[in-house]
């Protein structure tokens, strides 16, 4: 994790984070931004509710991160007691004065919802088989729970999908996951092209103070593997935050 702004300390071209490990995701997000502003019209005063793998899900994160900018959003959070959101993604959330609420029960929110966003339980993610097996079947929404949803419901998934979402849900024309996708192809082209064209300005990647003597406590961040990265970190009163992976590290 953190890998996509490691390369692009070096590299003498812009680099484009298509997904680090289960951190961030945000070429999706802005697809999924897309999509609502396209599909509901607006980005504040949404009640979105978000289902799945939550702690290991580089979509959700992102993208609860960019909807906590707009005005009037609602997050409902769907997930096993295993497969919550982060404590620093929820932090993030209240820092900006939004409100969240964390359920087990699909049923329960679906009337709720202006959006729901569903991911799949990623095998690649589970340290073993068997908690994988625990987790993947806990959650598919399927033609029953859709009727407890408002008819202006919109349903996003960031694709591929397994068994989370029902195929008889696909003909619902509130599932738009499909077009979802199709939106995606078009963000890409534009921000390749912003890319060519050098027209984004960018930020120094990194702002923190480099600690050497400070290890990143997540086993998944890219510093553990390319050991000659500066040990960055942003200062946050007693804590100090990794600037690859986000990681939290009390001091
Ligand atoms: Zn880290």
Redo the contacts with the bound molecule.
């Keep these: 994790?953190?890998a996509s702004k490691a390369a692009a300390l070096t590299a003498d071209c812009p680099v484009i984070n298509a997904g680090d490990g289960g951190h961030l995701h945000p070429t999706q997000t802005l697809t999924d931004l897309l999509t609502l502003r396209e599909e509901k019209g607006r980005l504040s005063d949404l009640t979105v509710g978000f289902c799945g793998d939550l702690k290991n899900g580089r979509t959700v994160h992102s993208l609860l991160k960019a909807l906590s900018c707009f005005e009037g959003n609602k997050f409902i959070l769907v997930s096993t007691q295993e497969l919550k959101v982060p404590t620093y993604i929820k932090d993030y959330i209240s820092a900006s004065g939004k409100t969240y609420e964390e359920y087990s029960s699909l049923e329960e929110v679906m009337p709720k919802l202006d959006v729901l966003y569903m991911t799949r339980i990623q095998r690649e993610r589970f340290g073993s088989p068997e908690e994988y097996e625990k987790q993947k079947n806990v959650y598919c929404l399927d033609a029953k729970k859709m009727k407890l949803a408002s008819p202006d419901l919109i349903v996003l998934h960031p694709l591929p999908r397994v068994d989370e979402i029902a195929v008889e849900v696909d003909d619902d024309p509130r599932a738009l996951y499909f077009k979802q996708a199709s939106y995606g192809m078009y963000v890409r082209m534009a921000l390749i092209l912003c890319m060519l064209d050098y027209r984004l300005e960018s930020k120094p990647l990194l702002s923190g103070k480099v600690i050497s003597e400070v290890k990143?406590?997540?086993p998944r961040?890219?510093?553990h593997t390319e050991a000659y990265l500066p040990h960055s970190f942003r200062k946050n009163g007693d804590v100090l935050e990794?600037?690859?992976?986000?990681?939290r590290i009390l001091i």
């Design positions: 994790e953190g990143c406590t997540n961040c890219i510093t990794c600037e690859y992976c986000d990681e």
